[in-house]
């Protein structure tokens, strides 16, 4: 009996090295199909949807710029102030991009050189996008309107005074003569050395100023003298005519929205 215990204790020992190590190296005591567990994948929808909004976006922007370019129009700007039934010259224009299909009757950039068939039918200010209804083959006077000339002095003119602007004239005594004026509003002379006469009286409230050019002498220097030709009221024609002869006219810058506008 003990010989057959020892046999059967025995027998496990004499067992083959690789029977017995038989489902104990890497990958065994598991199935053959089994793999080793994965940890899932976090999913973020959010962040995905997020970006395909970031795509849309992105592409609808760029066909936004893609169609705005494709419908500018090269227009004119106006630059400087152009008078009321003056030219406009080449100097106060450059091109500026407009949106086309606004129903806007923008006067082109290519059509530029025909301008000099035109006139100003109102004042233009810098910044303005020229349009078609600005523009006049007449001489640019409103009905009721004139053109009267005048030459000043230093003193009797703001500093700086250029086409465009809005002026008071206004009746000032000099040495010589004084000019009054009777309840027409025709002028009248009368002689009063250093009297101060009428001065001071108003000729017109509002009147525009198409030219004002200074004059030089022949090394360039200004003479202080400046011509001015101004858009006035008919009816303030005659006084302010009669003062002007007398050189007994000064002007003074009123904002353009006065009543009785010269312009």
Do not use: C
């Amino acid at each position: 009996m003990r010989t057959k215990e020892r046999a059967g204790v025995g027998g496990g020992a004499n067992r083959p090295a690789s029977a017995a190590g038989q489902g104990q190296g890497p990958g065994h005591g598991q199935g053959a199909g089994e793999r080793l567990p994965v940890t899932p994948r976090e999913r973020k929808p959010a962040l995905a949807a997020l970006a395909v909004l970031l795509i849309l976006v992105g592409a609808l922007g760029a066909t936004v710029l893609v169609l705005r370019a494709g419908n500018k129009l090269q227009a004119i700007k106006i630059t400087t102030t152009v008078a009321q039934g003056q030219s406009i010259p080449a100097s106060a224009l450059t091109e500026v991009d407009v949106a086309s299909g606004t129903g806007i009757n923008y006067v082109l950039w290519s059509q530029r050189n025909a301008l000099g068939d035109f006139r100003a039918a109102t004042t233009l200010v810098p910044g303005t996008a020229l349009v078609g209804e600005m523009l006049t083959q007449q001489s640019g006077l409103a009905s009721g309107k004139v053109l009267i000339g005048l030459a000043l002095r230093d003193g009797q003119y703001p500093s700086g005074l250029k086409a465009g602007e809005t002026v008071a004239a206004y009746l000032v005594s000099t040495s010589g003569t004084s000019v009054t004026t009777d309840s027409g509003g025709a002028g009248k002379s009368s002689a009063s050395a250093g009297s101060a006469g009428s001065g001071g009286n108003l000729l017109t409230a509002s009147a525009t100023v198409q030219s004002a050019t200074p004059t030089t002498d022949s090394s360039g220097v200004s003479s202080g003298n400046l011509p001015v030709t101004l858009v006035v009221n008919q009816s303030d024609a005659p006084a302010l005519t009669q003062a002007a002869s007398a050189g007994q006219v000064a002007l003074v810058v009123v904002p353009s929205d006065s009543n009785g506008s010269g312009s």
